[in-house]
């Protein structure tokens, strides 16, 4: 096979459409346009949504709702997935590698669901509950340098 011998296979390239030639063709005269009206003309198409002057859709619907733009995205973990997992100390970067968390990039919040941690855990830069916090250390764990967000979100 030589690059000059390719063809494309049978039934996938159509003809051009050859318009205004001729009775014979099919698209002759009004070239497959019809008459009159503003479809036929040069030019004569309408913006999306316009509706010939009556209201459109998209104006005659009430606005609802509004998108936060400055929200912060926290990435909340329920304690009891941490104690799954067979460690003692987690960080972002731990959360990340075992897929609790989507990005490293998002801030992390920890949330108590257990009521008694069985282990003792070490959590490092990471935001907990009030309610994490004393899970945590009552089981001899630590909570270091931790943004501690008592307020909720």
Partial sequence: MRLNTIKPGMGSTKP?????????????????RGHKGQKSRAGGFHKIGFEGGQMP??????KRGFVVYGKKQI???????????DRNEFDTSVLHEFNLIKS????VKIIADAQACTRAIRLKDLRVTRGVKDIVEHAGGQVELTIEDVNGI
């Avoid at 051009?16 to 497959?32: A, H, P, Q, W």
């Avoid at 859709?57 to 009430?62: I, M, N």
């Avoid at 990435?75 to 997992?85: D, M, V």
């Fill in 16 to 32: 051009r459409r050859r318009v205004g030639r001729g009775i014979g063709s099919g698209l002759g005269k009004t070239c497959g």
């Fill in 57 to 62: 859709l998209q104006r005659r619907l009430p």
């Fill in 75 to 85: 990435q909340e973990i329920k304690l009891s997935s941490l104690l799954l997992i």
């Fill in 104 to 107: 490293i990039n998002y801030p």
